[in-house]
């Protein structure tokens, strides 16, 4: 596509239940990252796939949240058992293997505004 | 200790005068740095990255990095109000996996 695309934009959901969250990259780029933003804050890195390698997954908070990816397309991060303290904008973000070691290839999405009640 | 330090502002400037943005990061390690904007309700937007000592000049942008005092800085000359948003910070370490963002300052341009 011509940019990241992220599903769904906003997400109201009961603590305690599952949330599921999709990123589509953009067409080629093998890399993908998802973080975290809360209200008023900067971007925390949680996850980060490239390619078929293994991902790094050194920044999730916590074993409620995974995501996975299958090859370069879509990924999707999963929390578990939300709590109120997950609420906030999730954000991926894409690149490409040409650019990424420069980081200026890093392309964001719109977020996943997420709201735990 | 936090990764990236930032201001969170808001700082306030009149229209047409400099706006001077601010970021310390605690890792001597750190290799490459970049400013994003990110606009209320928006995603961040990358406006500058910068990787060797002294000054790098975009259009009205400038950064400036001084790896000494583990300091970098971003110009914007000539402030107009459509430059008013939060300016994010962020580092990256010895690999390229991981950006370490500030908490952003807010830049208000005042017509």
């Known amino acids: 596509g011509a940019g990241v695309s992220q599903s769904p934009s906003n997400k109201v959901t009961e603590k305690g239940k599952d949330v599921e969250l999709r990123c589509d990259p953009i067409?080629?780029?093998?890399?993908l990252y998802w973080y975290r933003q809360r209200l008023g804050q900067g971007l925390e890195f949680l996850i980060y796939?490239?390619?078929?390698?293994?991902?790094?997954k050194s920044g999730l908070p916590s074993d409620r949240f995974s995501a996975e990816r299958t090859g370069e397309s879509v990924s999707t991060l999963t929390i578990q058992r939300t709590q109120q303290e997950d609420s906030a904008v999730y954000l991926c973000?894409?690149?490409?293997?040409?650019?990424?070691?420069?980081?200026?290839?890093?392309?964001f999405g719109s977020g996943t505004r997420l709201t735990v009640v | 200790q936090k990764e990236v330090e930032q201001n969170s502002g808001p700082l306030s400037v009149p229209e047409g005068a400099i706006a001077s943005l601010n970021c310390t990061y605690s890792?001597?390690?750190?290799?490459?740095f970049f400013w994003y904007r990110q606009y209320s309700g928006k995603s961040p937007e990358l406006i500058m990255f910068?990787?060797?000592?002294g000054d790098k000049e975009d259009g009205r942008f400038t950064a400036q990095l001084n790896k000494a005092s583990q300091y970098v800085s971003l110009l914007i000359r000539d402030s107009q109000p459509s430059d008013s948003a939060t300016y994010l910070c962020?580092?990256?370490?010895?690999?390229?996996?991981?950006?370490?963002f500030g908490s952003g300052t807010k830049l208000n341009v005042k017509p």
């Open positions: 796939f490239q390619g078929n390698s293994a991902p790094d």
């Open positions: 890792d001597q390690g750190s290799q490459s």
């Open positions: 973000a894409s690149s490409s293997s040409s650019t990424q070691t420069y980081g200026y290839g890093y392309t």
């Open positions: 962020a580092v990256n370490r010895y690999n390229f996996n991981k950006f370490y």
């Open positions: 067409s080629g780029h093998t890399a």
């Open positions: 910068i990787y060797s000592n």
